[in-house]
């Protein structure tokens, strides 16, 4: 089976303050290996036109275009017979897209979600831009990010035909582990976030203050100039996707902090998850339901809830004990998180989507009818 395969999402070529770009990168590769030809299809705005770092991959074709308009008239073609068209979520006037989208296309139409919990809050306030109560129905499946009790609300409240789980992943060509001697007892990538601040602090900040001999490591943009970091924490603004391997490696132990919505609707496993699961790098992780499904905590990821436990994971902790966490997370990342992965499972939706469609599409006949 080789798909024709169209994706409008927020951008694949930067990376600059932009998590989508992970993923779009990670499962457009794979779907590519997989012998499946794709067009990526991204609106050309100035923040990330400014700070491209994917300008023409060689797995994918990209096409940027300028206005809502300039869409439909140079790309209509495209979408009208592609085998599968994919939305994704923050994309600029994406409920218009959306309607075009459902509109004009022949094959299976799919809303992927990156955002779900945020998105579902602005549906219920009736805020989103990127998508309507109205069209969530009209996509032949709906891709989220978050699985769990929240796929079946989905379909309930909001009327989706089908949701179904389509996490994030690793690319395992780009992040494996290096021969780097770990510098940092603690390090940390995310872009500046209100809600998980206070998470950073608990179990980064205040231990690099209780730990003033051992170095720390923050990276990621948007950060306020007034934040006060300890002397032992380095900052650093921007880290390339490419770059993230090394920095990883460097590290005896890797934080993951999770949004608050995630925590809320829980089974919302963050890339920087498998990232580091792939580099062979221990996670800390904070608490969040469904994160058993993902890593088994104590053997493959371990668990603080208070700075004290995070001082204590550092400090205590033997190296044996250590190595083995990262030894077994690799391999439940290799076998389970993969890109690989995760473009398998969107065959799978994909096939039960247009099974679905040719049902609903068959001409019924009536009681009395010939057949």
Not at 198 to 209: H, K, N, Q, S
Not at 218 to 228: D, F, I, R, S
Not at 290 to 297: Q, V
Not at 318 to 343: K, M, N, V
Request: overall charge neutral; hydrophobic content about 40%.
């Amino acid at each position: 089976m080789t798909l024709d395969i169209v994706v409008l999402g927020l951008s694949i070529t930067s990376s600059w303050g932009n998590g989508h770009a992970t993923t779009y990168r990670a499962l457009i590769k794979a779907l590519a290996e997989r012998g499946h030809r794709v067009t990526f299809l991204e609106r050309d705005v100035a923040w990330y036109r400014d700070h491209r770092d994917l300008r023409r991959p060689d797995w994918c074709r990209v096409e940027l275009y300028r206005t809502l308009t300039d869409l439909p008239r140079r790309h209509a073609g495209l979408v009208r017979d592609a085998d599968l068209v994919i939305l994704g979520s923050f994309v600029p006037d994406g409920a218009a897209i959306a309607d075009w989208v459902t509109s004009q296309a022949r094959g299976v139409t799919a809303f992927y979600d990156i955002d779900t919990p945020v998105t579902l809050a602005r549906l219920e306030r009736g805020v989103t831009d990127y998508i309507a109560p109205a069209l969530v129905p009209r996509f032949d499946v709906y891709l989220s990010f978050t699985g769990g009790p929240v796929l079946e609300l989905i379909e309930q409240t909001w009327g989706a035909r089908a949701a179904r789980p389509l996490y994030c992943a690793v690319d395992p060509d780009i992040h494996r582990p290096h021969d780097v001697v770990p510098h940092l007892a603690l390090g940390y990538i995310g872009t500046y976030s209100p809600d998980r601040q206070r998470t950073l602090d608990r179990l980064l900040v205040e231990p690099a203050r209780r730990l003033p001999a051992l170095r720390f490591a923050v990276a990621g943009p948007q950060y306020p100039a007034e934040l006060q970091w300890p002397a032992n924490v380095e900052r650093i603004d921007h880290l390339p996707p490419q770059e993230h391997a090394r920095f990883y490696c460097g590290q005896r132990y890797t934080l993951n902090v999770t949004r608050a919505d995630m925590i809320a609707a829980g089974w919302s496993p963050s890339v920087r998850l498998f990232e580091a699961g792939a580099c062979g790098v221990p996670v800390i992780s904070d608490r969040w339901a469904g994160l058993d499904g993902f890593y088994t905590p104590g053997t493959e990821i371990l668990i603080a809830d208070s700075t004290e436990q995070a001082v204590a994971i550092i400090r205590e902790m033997p190296e044996d004990r250590r190595r083995d966490i990262a030894a077994a997370a690799r391999r439940r990342t290799l076998a389970c998180h993969t890109a690989r992965e995760r473009a398998r499972a969107l065959e799978e939706h994909y096939a039960e989507a247009a099974a679905a469609r040719t049902r609903r599409d068959a001409p019924r006949v009536g009681v009395g009818a010939v057949a």
